[in-house]
């Protein structure tokens, strides 16, 4: 069994088994190796891992059956932060949902927008320092991601 995090390839190698049932020193020497979670694109969830055509001298004396291991893709973290901003006194302030950098993408992913709020973006609020406060994250393949938030300045 193996895992690795979202937007890495995972090479499988030959020689990452167990073989039982072998007797008078015989062996397997290798065996091949595939899962469909082992490529950068694989999104997170739980994969087969296959094993085939085992490899190893005497082995025609067998009938040799594989067992499935199990390859976790995990998330890859990823950070958003709001982007600082000010307005004057007495002003309203629209912060949108693009007014932030992600960092920590992998595939070309994209987070399309987050929820941006700050008790400070209305015309009545004190001239003072507000958190801008960002959730929500939206994007295709979001769910590949475990999202941390860093708070803007207002």
């Known amino acids: 069994n193996r895992s690795k995090t979202y937007g890495e ?3 499988l190698g030959s020689t990452e088994f167990t073989a039982s049932g072998l007797v008078n020193s015989d062996m397997v ?15 997170v969830n739980t994969y087969e891992i296959t094993a085939s055509a085992a490899q190893g001298p005497k082995l025609a004396n067998y009938t040799i059956s594989y067992a499935k291991g199990t390859l ?5 973290a990823l ?3 709001a982007n600082n901003r000010s307005k ?3 002003e309203a302030l629209t912060l ?9 993408l992998v595939n070309n992913d994209a987070v399309t927008s987050v929820t941006l709020t700050s008790a400070g973006a209305s015309a ?10 960002a959730s929500a994250a939206q994007g295709p393949k979001v769910g ?3 999202i941390s938030y860093v708070n803007g300045t207002l």
């Not at 976790?72 to 890859?76: L, S």
């Not at 949108?96 to 920590?104: D, R």
């Not at 009545?124 to 801008?132: M, N």
């Open 9 to 11: 390839a995972l090479t």
């Open 29 to 43: 020497t290798s065996v091949t190796l595939t899962s469909a979670g082992a490529a950068a694109t694989a999104v």
């Open 72 to 76: 976790t893709v995990n998330p890859k």
């Open 79 to 81: 950070t958003i932060t």
């Open 88 to 90: 004057t006194y007495g």
């Open 96 to 104: 949108g949902s693009t007014e932030f950098t992600a960092s920590g």
């Open 124 to 133: 009545s609020a004190d001239v003072d320092t507000y958190e801008i406060t």
């Open 144 to 146: 590949n991601y475990d």
